[in-house]
């Protein structure tokens, strides 16, 4: 075990959690995802939220790493992605762009900030990558959202399209639905994938849409698809964090695609209910998490105590 040298010993919890990791993978730029695609190995792309889950997916060899607008519902509790604001992404987005130093990161353009123009849209990607530091955006919308998608690629800003079962848009969806089940249904998928890539978006998301549906739109298309509820044909998967790793209360509605990989909840609750049962009966801080001082001068300061008349 490695003994830190004096001057970096903490007597504080408030202590940084290390910003590069001892193995730094090399960074994970267009070109490595390009690679990826063409020799049809699946990229992988997780979300965080935070320094913490953006540093663990890092670590954990992610190539692609997501600050969704999920966000919202997972991570500040609201009722949908529609209430979080353009100053909340940005603040989440630094926390994970200061952890994520190897994975490729992008971000979601956040209900209301990309609708209204092109123009607007180009705006606010410009801010998510100039004061969110991360290096590219996510956009949901096909055919309707071209013109904005180009705009935001000519600007030179890498766009990720968001089609299928799109969250922003869910009360005009009906719901969460799984999306192109019908032939028509399909074919409008289709038609927005084609639209989407024409605009220049460099990847896309196929969010709840059949297995069959999202292989055969996948091979169509020249730029990689990254499914998430969309089977096992796409160029690559996504999974929401929190969902994955288990980091959710018992009795919460999951998706039937999400597998859960880990039981961080369990595990934490674990630990707090075990500390609060060791606070309570004195077992912690035993001596080994507490400060010595010499009995010399130990001793003294008993006896000047001692001296002291209130
Ligand atoms: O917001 C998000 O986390 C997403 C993923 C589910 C793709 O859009």
Same mark, same amino acid.
Not at 10 to 23: D, G, I, T, Y
Not at 130 to 134: D, N, Q, S, T, W
Not at 231 to 235: D, F, K, Q, Y
């Given at each position: 075990m490695s003994i830190p040298c004096a001057s970096f010993i903490?007597?504080? $919890?408030? !202590? *940084?959690? $290390?910003? !590069? *990791?001892?193995?730094q993978r090399k960074k994970v730029t267009m070109q490595t995802l390009r690679s990826l695609y063409k020799k049809g190995e699946p990229i992988t792309m997780l979300t965080a939220h935070d320094f913490p889950s953006g540093y663990v997916a890092d670590a954990a060899g992610m190539e692609m790493v997501l600050v969704g607008d999920s966000l919202a519902m997972?991570?500040?509790?609201?009722?949908?992605?529609?209430?979080?604001?353009m100053e909340e992404m940005l603040l989440h987005c630094r926390s994970v762009a200061r952890a994520a130093k190897s994975s490729f990161t992008v971000a979601d353009l956040p209900m209301?900030?990309?609708?209204?123009s092109p123009e607007q849209g180009v705006q606010s990607a410009i801010r998510i990558v100039?004061?969110?530091?991360?290096q590219g955006v996510k956009l949901e919308g096909g055919v309707e959202m071209a013109p904005t998608i180009k705009r935001v690629t000519q600007a030179g800003i890498p766009v990720v399209g968001h089609i299928g079962l799109t969250p922003q848009r869910q009360n005009a969806l009906g719901g969460f639905r799984v999306q192109g089940k019908s032939t028509a249904g399909a074919l409008r998928l289709l038609k927005d994938a084609l639209a989407v890539q024409e605009a220049g978006a460099f990847m896309m998301v196929l969010e709840a849409v059949p297995a069959e549906v999202a292989a055969i739109i996948t091979k169509k298309l020249r730029v990689p698809t990254i499914g998430i509820g969309a089977?096992?044909?796409?160029?690559g998967q996504v999974l929401v964090q929190i969902d994955m790793t288990g980091n959710f209360p018992p009795g919460r509605f999951l998706p039937k695609?999400?597998?859960?990989?880990?039981?961080v909840w369990g595990e934490t609750i674990k630990g707090i209910e075990q500390y609060r049962e060791e606070v309570k009966s004195r077992a912690?801080?035993?001596?080994?998490?507490t400060y010595p001082m010499s009995k010399d001068d130990l001793a003294e300061f008993e006896k000047v105590v001692d001296q002291i008349h209130q």
């Open positions: 903490r007597h504080s $919890s408030h !202590s *940084p959690l $290390s910003a !590069s *990791p001892a193995n997972v991570a500040l509790g609201m009722e949908d992605t529609s209430e979080v604001v209301g900030s990309y609708e209204v100039k004061e969110g530091r991360v089977g096992n044909g796409c160029s695609f999400v597998k859960k990989y880990a039981d912690y801080p035993s001596e080994e998490y």
